[in-house]
């Protein structure tokens, strides 16, 4: 399964809401996870079965969608949320999305 | 807690092993895999054994088939990935997860860094 991400890249600013779109090329359900990462750093999931928020992750972070298609949005964006996000599925073995980057 | 090991840089042909050691959760009931990270690209899967009760096998990426290989040492709580005919598109960071249950990845290492040298 193939996860295409869009924007490969996006400028935001504090307080601003951002949205990545994830879309999978055969269908997941909601085998679907989000992942942050900082540079030199593990990725750290966020969420799990496209909208389950991981314990101590801010409610700022909501996961959507079902199938192939898959947002993730982050409100009232905060200085440590400048980062690259993956999009990863996990229905059937595993693949990750090239990335989106969320920038200043 | 998953902390990977053996990370260095190797010349292009030569061999490596990477060591996932693991504490803190029932390693023996989880199958581990293994994924990489190139320099400023996404996380690509690499292969991964699975827990004895299902034979502990082996399954790996096209890319690294046939060069690499898994294996586990239960009593210790430990995995192995040896690499041999490193190639320098093997260079990136290596990191191991932990499955207890069908794909979901439970748990995460923080990475070790392998650079071929060509």
């Known amino acids: 399964t193939q996860m295409s991400q869009s924007p490969s890249a996006l400028s935001a600013s504090v307080g601003d809401t951002v949205t990545i779109t994830c879309r999978a090329s055969?269908?997941?359900?909601?085998?679907l996870a989000w992942f942050q990462q900082k540079p030199g750093k593990a990725p750290k999931r966020l969420i799990s079965?496209?909208?389950a928020l991981e314990s101590g992750v801010p409610s700022r972070f909501v996961g959507r969608g079902s199938g192939t298609e898959f947002t993730l949005t982050i409100t009232n964006v905060q200085p440590e949320d400048f980062a690259t996000y993956y999009c990863?599925?996990?229905?059937?073995?595993?693949?990750f999305g090239q990335g989106t980057r969320v920038e200043i | 807690q998953l902390v990977e090991s053996g990370g260095d840089t190797v010349q292009s042909g030569r061999s490596l092993r990477l060591s996932c050691t693991s504490s803190g959760f029932n390693f023996g009931e989880c199958a581990v895999n293994w994924f990489r990270q190139a320099p400023g690209q996404g996380l690509e899967w690499v292969g991964n054994?699975?827990?004895?009760?299902?034979?502990?096998?082996?399954e790996f990426a096209a890319s690294v088939e046939g060069r690499f290989s898994i294996s586990r040492d239960d009593s210790e709580a430990i995995a192995h990935l040896d690499m041999s005919n490193l190639k320098p598109e093997d260079t990136g960071v290596y990191y191991c997860?932990?499955?207890?249950?069908?794909?979901?990845?439970?748990?995460w290492g923080q990475g070790t860094l392998v650079t071929v040298s060509s």
């Open positions: 997860t932990a499955s207890r249950d069908g794909y979901y990845l439970d748990y």
């Open positions: 055969d269908n997941i359900q909601s085998w």
């Open positions: 079965k496209a909208s």
């Open positions: 054994i699975r827990s004895a009760v299902y034979g502990a096998t082996t």
């Open positions: 990863h599925q996990y229905n059937y073995y595993w693949t």
